[in-house]
């Protein structure tokens, strides 16, 4: 029996930060309307020279140093994005190139916002498997270049970063809690396209398009459908809202978070919110989270973290872990 254990993890920002007050002279909007419905205060914007692959090989790098290991010993990147650099190839294989790794094998995984409990959840399931024995599981995304900064309804929400975790494979020990990925639940349904959705792509327009978002429908659904992988999570393994240390959920809206705490009855001490400071950063979202609460000392060895995101698609999961 084999456990998917956590070793490290790192993030990174962009440089530029952009507050509500810079959006005053770009769009018709206002710091109190942004924090009242968002929750959101800051968000970090990419410049040209800034990517998702240098983003994610800088948050890679960082995982690796908190993990203490060379990146040699990585056998299988998996990069979470909505954003590649180019449509092909896979940005994990040109973060797998930069990092010098010339064995194993890398791709990336398309969830939007839920693209890093997928990746998660995948790398999990290649560990547990034997094929392989360490894991760079990133989160990155420049959703700036999607962005219609007309749009005041979508431009504020989002912001750029990424974030990265080391997984290894490890034996179950005979004694004591199990470590590592505990459990993992996935959804999807596709009927639920047009609430969330890009109007481009190589197939379509042959450009890259904007996000579209009808707000109202995807908070509607986002709760219930967060809260049901979750409370099959708990069926699964056993645990319930009362055992969880820290609630790391994606930072998409202050609002949806909050209330699918209360929903599961998790005191709010134990959730992390950094989507004050983020903005919605989609699939690096809960690294970002995850990275930002393990170096300030919050998530230590033993905690049980739950994780959750939901992304266009409608896509949705929840992973359990004993960091």
């Known amino acids: 029996m084999r456990s998917s254990v956590v070793l490290g993890t790192g993030s990174v ?68 994005t909505a954003t590649p650099d180019n449509t092909f190839p896979a940005s994990a294989v040109q973060i797998q190139n930069r990092l010098g790794i010339r064995h194993g094998f890398a791709f990336d995984m398309q969830a939007v916002c839920s693209g890093f ?85 190589p197939s379509t327009t042959g450009t890259v398009g904007h996000l579209r978002m009808e707000g109202r429908e995807v908070f509607k659904h986002a709760v219930g459908m967060i809260t049901d992988v979750i409370e099959e999570s708990f069926s699964l393994s056993g645990y319930d809202a009362d055992d969880i240390d820290w609630f790391v959920p994606h930072q998409a809206n202050r609002r949806i978070i909050d209330a699918s705490a209360k929903k599961l009855g998790i005191a709010a001490e134990k959730v992390v ?12 979202s809960i690294p970002l989270a995850l990275d930002t609460a393990a170096r300030d000392g919050r998530i230590k060895r033993g905690d049980l973290v739950l994780l959750e995101a939901m992304g266009g698609g409608f896509t949705w999961g929840a992973c359990l872990i004993r960091w």
Not at 52 to 61: F, Q, Y
Not at 154 to 181: I, Y
Not at 273 to 284: F, I, M
């Open 273 to 284: 919110v950094t989507v004050d400071r983020h903005g919605n950063t989609s699939a690096a």
């Open 13 to 80: 920002l962009p440089a530029r930060t952009m507050t509500n007050r810079d959006f005053e002279g770009v769009v018709e909007t206002s710091d109190e309307w942004i924090r009242q419905r968002t929750g959101i205060a800051e968000r970090h914007i990419a410049d040209k020279d800034e990517t998702t692959v240098s983003l994610g090989e800088a948050a890679a790098r960082k995982a690796l140093d908190a993990a203490g290991i060379d990146a040699q010993s990585i056998d299988l990147i998996i990069v979470a």
């Open 117 to 201: 409990v997928y990746a998660m959840t995948t790398a999990d399931l290649y560990l547990k498997s034997g094929m392989a024995k360490r894991a760079l599981v990133i989160g990155s995304e420049t959703f700036s270049r999607l962005l219609d900064w007309s749009d005041r309804t979508t431009c504020v929400l989002f912001g750029d970063g990424a974030g990265a975790v080391v997984l290894e494979a490890q034996p179950v020990a005979d004694e004591g809690e199990k470590r590592g990925v505990l459990v993992s639940r996935l959804r999807s349904d596709g009927v639920h396209k047009e609430k969330l959705y890009v109007d481009g792509g």
